[in-house]
Structures are given as C-alpha cells and as structure tokens.
DNA sequence: CCGTGAAATACTGTATACGGTGTTCAGAAC
DNA sequence: GTTCTGAACACCGTATACAGTATTTCACGG
C-alpha cells in the first residue's frame, strides 16, 4: 500500500510480496473452546464401559471450565445437535448412550457415503492420491497387531478416512467426521472374532485394487460389502445395553 | 391412584381408563418457537432471487418476535449447524447462499442416503408400502402438469421422501430432511429442460418397478443414477451467484 | 478532492440475575 | 412399615446488563 501505483505497470504481473499473515483466528471465542473441551472430553470417556447414566451439570462445568454458563450452553446446543449429549427439560444433560438400532443406522449411512466417495474417487482421484491409500494400508500392516484388530482401530478409520476424502466431495467428509467419532465411541464393546481381521483387510486390499483399475462400480460394491458386513457382524454378535 | 391395589387381583388384566390426555408438551420452549419461526422464515424466503446479501439481526429479531436476544442465538446455533445461516464474527448473521460445489455435493450425498435406502426398500419394505408408492406416484400425473416440472417441486420431493421412509433406516430419514430442505430453497433457479419431466416421470416409474420385483441392486442403481443425472443437469445448466 | 486517522456507535460475546417448575426428602397418616 | 402429600431446594430457561472490538463516519490535512 505503500508503493505508489504509477511504480507498477498495470500490464507488467509481479508476485506480490507474500507476506505469509497468520490465520490467527483459531480458537477464538470461549463457546468454541468449551464445545472442543466438552466433545474431547465426551469422545475420550468410556460411555460404553458402564451403565450408569453421565450427567453433565452446567453450573459444575462452568466452574471447572472457569467460565460462565452462556458458553456451555452454546456448545451444549451444538453437542446435542450431534447427537452426543441429549437435554432432558429438568433432569439435565446426558451423554447418549446409542441403542443396538441407532448404531446400525449410523452404519448404513456410513456404507452409503463412503460407497459413493469410492465410486467417485475410483473416476477422479488422481493417481498418487491412490498410491498413497497403498503405502496407508502397508503402514499398517507393519503395525503391531493389537493396535489394529478391530473395525474402530484408528488404523482402520483412517484407511476409510483416506477413502472418503479421496472422492472430493467436502460434504461427505464433514459429514462422516461426527460418524467416526461415534464409531470410536463404542469400540470398547465391539466384538473381535479371530479371522475377521484378516479377511478386513484383504477386503481393503480389493478396495485399492478396484480403485487403481478405475472401476466404480466395483469400489462402490467393495466397500459397500464391506462396511455392511460389519453392521450385519454387528447385529449377529453385538452387545448394547437396552 | 384412589383405587386400593387389593382390590385388582394380579392376574386379572383390566384395561386402563384411557384418559387420553393430550402430549401437550409440543414446542415447549422459546428456544424452539424460535427455531421452527426462523427456520420457516429462511426455507420460505427467495434467497437465490436476488444478490443481495440477506442480513438477521439479534435485536431486531428479538423485538420481532417478543422474546429476548437469548432464544434467538440458540436458535441460530442450531441453524448455523445445519447449514442455514453462517455468522461471521463482527459483521452478522447472514442467510447462506449455497455455491454451485456446495449444491452438487447436497445432490451427491442425497444420491448416496436415497440409493441406499432403495436397496434397504427392495428387500425390506412391505408390498403394501410399494402399492403406496405407485399410488403416490399416479396421484402426481393426475395433478396439473405445472405443479410437478422440475426435480425441487413438491410432488417430486414427496416422492423420493417416501423411498427413503421405505428403507426403515430412521438416520436416512432424518439426515435427508433438511437437505430436501436446502432443495427446495434452489427450486427458483432450477433450469428447466423441456423434455426433463418426462425422462424424470419414467426413471421413478422404473424405480417403483425395481422395487416390485424385489430387486435392491438395480433398484439402488436407478435411484443412484436417477439423482445424479440431476447433478449431472445442474453442473451443465445451474445458474447460481459465485 | 482524496486519503488517513480518530472517535463514536453499534453489535456481538459473555456474565449474571431471576423466575418457574420439577424433583426429592421428610413427616404424617393409614 | 409403607405410602401420600407438602414444602424446600436445586436446576434450567430466559432476560438483561456489560465489556470489547469492529466498522463506519466525520474531520482534518495533504
């Protein structure tokens, strides 16, 4: 700004000066920091471990949190939009506990979302994006086993992360953002079998397979199957109070 | 309550006094009347009628409706979580006006919920919910022809509604409700295609039949491809500011 | 006449106070 | 001993007040 205009010809195109200003803006207001404290906390408890009911008090939350209600509030709204706390009238505030039904449901949609980012990232997605699904899953297998046995390991959720965002459709991904974090939720109680492992990730490696060939149809059916056959797994060995 | 309890012997089931007393409990709070009078508010509003930015402000909404800034903001959390309004630090809340992209991944995740609640449909739903569906679908070409031309019109909202109740996964329900929601907001600047109506009328008619016979991959392959032709029109043709 | 700076205004975010209702505990009666 | 009723307490929803900051406007200088 300050550089007189005349300096520069209008026909002549410089870089500009690149001044590299922080976004600074993270993290700003007291309601976004009380719903990132409350939702790390509600997603690191063990809801699933026990069944007595967690009730959250705002007035005990403010006074931990060191600020007022307002915030807690605010962020209360937008956890119970989630579907991670529910606000009973005069009871208080609970962290939900999903029934047998509502987790399979958040399945299906997970298997339909993830069915269409495959389909479209097995006709969009560029060539080192899928090279770099490849060295994910190697990576994992390198892995000492115990850390991804079961089908809400971090492991697993960031290889169907990978696929998700692989298919560009940003809606998708924000979308399935809260799904994981429910999925996480409950892999306290979600049963290992001993050869489920296995045939998991053979079916991830046709998943890759099917998107280097380029075929959506079989990614969609792929992944689709496979995310199916975990809510019918569930279904068949899952254990949920209620 | 008046009634001594030995006066009912244990085993003798009697029916209730059916007092039938009213929920009553509809819409209890502000927070709610808010919600539901700004949500209906912004769905009825022109919002892609005109460029200029639409601008909510807290007080003047307040005064408006009698209630205190309070509601209001939770109100408005709530529908800045589903997409309807976004507020930007010091400057307001505005009515968003959804871009090309953000519109097209609406269709595709729709594309993604209701093909997969046409697979659950084909083998779960019972016959007389398909004779419903085909029902519904003959009252629609009994209706005047300009009532139903494009893909954001009532009838045709209906109809894919009522597919996706069929799938008997409440999840796909609920997510999709407001993304009809944001559907029906763009309907203005919808383009219409003269022979579009009649292509669109034949893919539900084959989509009614796919789920006659019972038959959840072509029946999810109709629905798919039947909505994302949609997509595909409205990346050609769509018209939308930015 | 245009640009810059400062001040005022206005709006948002946060805190706090208050009212109403639900819940729980205690006492009394059966 | 059990149950019902009433009162007290506690918590949620709403209102309102306050503070901080951004924006806009006006004035002054170049």
Sequence with gaps: MQTPVHQTPALEVVDPPKLKVEPLEAASSLRMLAYEALKRAITQMDIYGSTTEFRLDERQLSETLGVSRTPIREAMTVL???????????????????TKREILDLIVVWAALEAMAARLAATHASDSEIAGLRRLFHEFEAQPLASHM?????????FHQAVIRMGGCRLIVDMTENLFLHMRAIRAVSVRQENR???????????????????????????????????????RHGVFPE
Tied chains: 1, 2.
């Design 80 to 98: 119970e939009q989630e579907g991670f706390v529910r606000s009973v009238p005069r009871r208080g505030i609970f962290v939900v506990r999903k």
């Design 150 to 158: 079961n089908e809400y390991s971090e492991a697993n959720i960031a």
């Design 197 to 235: 492992h296995e045939i998991s990730m053979r079916e991830h490696m046709a998943i890759i397979d099917a998107l280097e060939t380029r075929d959506p149809d079989l990614a969609e059916r792929l992944v689709r199957e496979h995310t199916m056959g975990l809510a019918a797994h569930v279904e």
